[in-house]
């Protein structure tokens, strides 16, 4: 069974940096892209990065480049979302999600999703 398992979320203050994971179970992450959406309370599910099967990263919101990077460690089979300068409109539950392709999806394609992991920002 294809899915990626998100870890990592949890209460930040305004400012601060949080780490999330996802590890990716029945698959070998090293040949896909990943992804990153997020929804928020009371809004639609939004993309927020990718990084490619070559490491292209292609940004899905504007508001978060300079804050949020993407990486992957394959010996890990383990894509990782690092998030600074948390924001309280960041605060949504992150997903993490796989076309199954080598290329980033459109926000509208058919993915594998991980069931999620909330991230609240607030003092």
């Known amino acids: 069974q294809v899915l990626p398992v998100e870890s990592g979320g949890g209460l930040v203050q305004p400012g601060g940096s949080l780490r999330l994971s996802c590890a990716a179970s029945?698959?070998?992450?090293?040949?896909?892209?990943m992804a990153w959406f997020r929804q928020a309370p009371g809004k639609e599910r939004e993309g927020v990065i990718c990084?490619?099967?070559?490491?292209?990263?292609?940004y899905y919101t504007d508001s978060v480049k300079g804050r949020f990077t993407i990486s992957r460690d394959n010996s890990k089979n383990t894509v990782y979302l690092q998030m600074t300068s948390l924001q309280s409109d960041d605060t949504a539950v992150y997903y993490c999600a796989t076309p199954l392709g080598p290329r980033c999806p459109t926000e509208d394609e058919h993915m594998y999703w991980g069931v999620g992991t909330q991230v609240t920002v607030s003092s």
């Open positions: 029945g698959f070998q992450l090293s040949y896909y892209s």
């Open positions: 990084t490619s099967r070559s490491d292209d990263v292609k």
